[in-house]
């Protein structure tokens, strides 16, 4: 039942017609019994800042995604976890009256990546917004030199910059192991792919942070390249439950419930 003692927690970003974290963040509230609904908000950057602050302090919160998700690390009172690290929060709350960010893209990453058994080396990384500045955290948690790619020199060379001033090696492209991308091409179906299969001819594993319905062209491209693929339903999953369990202290997210209810919607 929604009342006035419902907690509210949003998704913000642009687009979010696509996202499925209403439904897999709703089956989760359900089968805990949590008295909470989550919704998708589409927003401009000027809203970002205002939305966080009214859901947190209201007893809510949410998440961010493409493209707020630098502006919601500047939003928040408080950055925790890897939101300092990355400069980037993709889930907001409140505490004792602050409102609190944190990042769970980094960990939801290296979930996801786990069944893909990508092997040592680089990581080319496509995309230089958030989700790439994640990317490149969890590379360094790895051991992993990075390799950039973006189809502007300029925003890779300061993309380069950054990681290498968080101590991360950079390498070429022709020697990356595993290819991620971090971009928003493959959300609709027409979009080109992100990078084809020979920008990293020694990869082994490519990883899509897109998700869609019978999965991404990029995916399929890669796969056809002889490279084990995913696309972005485990990231989702875990970075989602990662959310949910910073919401409700002391709650374990069921995350087989959620990927259920992702997988459903994806059929």
């Known amino acids: 039942m929604i009342d006035g003692n419902t907690r509210v927690f949003a998704l913000l970003g642009d687009p979010v017609a696509h996202s499925l974290s209403p439904a897999m963040q709703n089956a989760a509230f359900r089968a805990l019994g949590l008295r909470a609904v989550y919704v998708a908000l589409r927003c401009a950057p000027d809203d970002v800042a205002p939305i966080i602050r009214a859901l947190a302090r209201a007893g809510g919160g949410g998440n961010v995604t493409i493209p707020h998700k630098e502006a919601a690390a500047l939003a928040v009172d408080r950055r925790l976890d890897e939101a300092e690290q990355v400069g980037?929060?993709?889930?907001?709350?409140?505490?004792?009256?602050?409102?609190?960010?944190?990042?769970?893209?980094?960990?939801?990453?290296?979930?996801?990546?786990?069944?893909?058994?990508?092997?040592?080396?680089?990581?080319?990384?496509?995309?230089?917004?958030?989700?790439?500045?994640?990317?490149?955290?969890?590379?360094?948690?790895?051991?992993?030199?990075?390799?950039?790619?973006?189809?502007?020199?300029?925003?890779?060379?300061?993309?380069?910059?950054?990681?290498?001033?968080?101590?991360?090696?950079?390498?070429?492209?022709?020697?990356?192991?595993?290819?991620?991308?971090?971009?928003?091409?493959?959300?609709?179906?027409?979009?080109?792919?992100?990078?084809?299969?020979?920008?990293?001819?020694?990869?082994?594993?490519?990883?899509?942070?897109?998700?869609?319905?019978?999965?991404?062209?990029?995916?399929?491209?890669?796969?056809?390249?002889g490279r084990r693929a995913a696309d972005g339903r485990g990231m989702l999953v875990a970075q989602g439950a990662g959310a949910l369990e910073r919401w409700f202290t002391g709650v374990s997210a069921p995350t087989e419930i959620m990927r259920a209810a992702v997988d459903a919607a994806l059929r």
């Open 88 to 225: 980037a929060c993709n889930v907001f709350w409140s505490e004792q009256g602050a409102v609190v960010g944190s990042n769970t893209d980094v960990e939801g990453l290296l979930g996801a990546l786990g069944p893909l058994d990508p092997p040592p080396g680089p990581w080319l990384i496509v995309g230089t917004g958030g989700g790439a500045r994640a990317a490149a955290i969890a590379a360094a948690k790895c051991g992993s030199p990075v390799a950039v790619s973006s189809r502007s020199a300029d925003r890779a060379a300061a993309f380069e910059r950054w990681i290498a001033g968080r101590g991360v090696q950079l390498a070429p492209a022709t020697e990356c192991r595993l290819v991620i991308n971090a971009t928003p091409l493959g959300l609709g179906a027409d979009d080109p792919l992100p990078v084809g299969p020979e920008a990293a001819p020694q990869a082994a594993a490519a990883f899509d942070m897109v998700y869609r319905t019978g999965e991404t062209r990029w995916v399929h491209a890669m796969r056809a390249a």
